[in-house]
């Protein structure tokens, strides 16, 4: 079935250094694309979203990038901090359902080394 | 911003008897509302969708007599897991979209739910 899938399970990365955080899809109605942190027993928290009509878009030390053609996205994270350390999840939505339910890759975890 | 909230935050219960999770809009209305489920280093798998005023949509392999799904209010769904077993263990995740903004959805804070 369709799937949102991650490239790395962990990754690694010294305070202050940039993170990159990748997430492959295979549905291609997907139009609709969101990145979300969590914390060890809490909900997802919202970082920043981006619609299928654009291939980059940009937040407070977050840049998310999106290429339709490998159907693949990216979340960086600029001068990480420790407060940045968590699991990190990509979600997708499209029109298929009718719903807009949320499909969630499979997760990775951002370990920031002080 | 929009609030979610969960009640309770942690549940252990025994097994074969019956458990309820509250997922409340706090500062908004929500027509529709998303319960997932969490097992430990996985993913968030959506379990089913809440309507307010009609039945829940299910996703396969999800059981609708045992994930019984109440949306009685505009601000109100709650899942009621029935006749827990150990393996119903996980935590458990409701989300709720803003009126008709597709693309405005909020998370609450979860419930960990332990079955002895």
């Known amino acids: 079935g369709e799937s949102v899938g991650l490239h790395l399970p962990t990754l690694s990365v010294q305070e202050g250094d940039n993170s990159i955080i990748n997430c492959a899809y295979s549905n291609s109605a997907s139009d609709y694309f969101i990145w979300y942190k969590q914390e060890s027993g809490k909900g997802p928290q919202f970082i920043i979203d981006i619609r299928s009509n654009m291939d980059k878009r940009q937040g407070q030390r977050v840049t998310v990038l999106l290429n339709k053609t490998v159907k693949h996205l990216s979340l960086q994270i600029a001068a990480t901090q420790p407060g940045d350390s968590a699991v990190y999840f990509c979600?997708?939505?499209?029109?298929?359902?009718?719903?807009?339910?949320?499909?969630f890759g499979s997760g990775t975890r951002l370990q920031v080394q002080p | 911003g929009a609030v979610v909230s969960q009640h309770p935050s942690r549940v252990i219960c025994k097994s074969g008897t019956s458990v309820k999770i509250e997922c409340r809009s706090l500062?908004?209305?929500?027509?529709?509302m998303f319960w997932y489920r969490q097992f430990p280093k996985q993913s968030l798998m959506l379990m089913a969708t809440?309507?307010?005023?009609?039945?829940?949509?299910?996703e396969q392999g999800v059981e609708k007599d045992k994930f019984l799904i109440n949306h009685a209010s505009l601000t109100l769904s709650t899942l009621t897991v029935t006749s827990a077993h150990p393996e119903d263990s996980s935590f458990y995740i409701c989300?709720?979209?803003?009126?008709?903004?597709?693309?405005?959805?909020?998370f609450g804070p979860g419930t960990r739910l332990t079955v002895t």
């Open positions: 809440s309507n307010e005023g009609s039945k829940a949509t299910y």
């Open positions: 989300s709720a979209r803003v009126g008709h903004r597709i693309y405005e959805q909020y």
């Open positions: 979600a997708e939505t499209s029109q298929d359902t009718g719903r807009r339910a949320l499909t």
């Open positions: 500062d908004f209305q929500a027509t529709t």
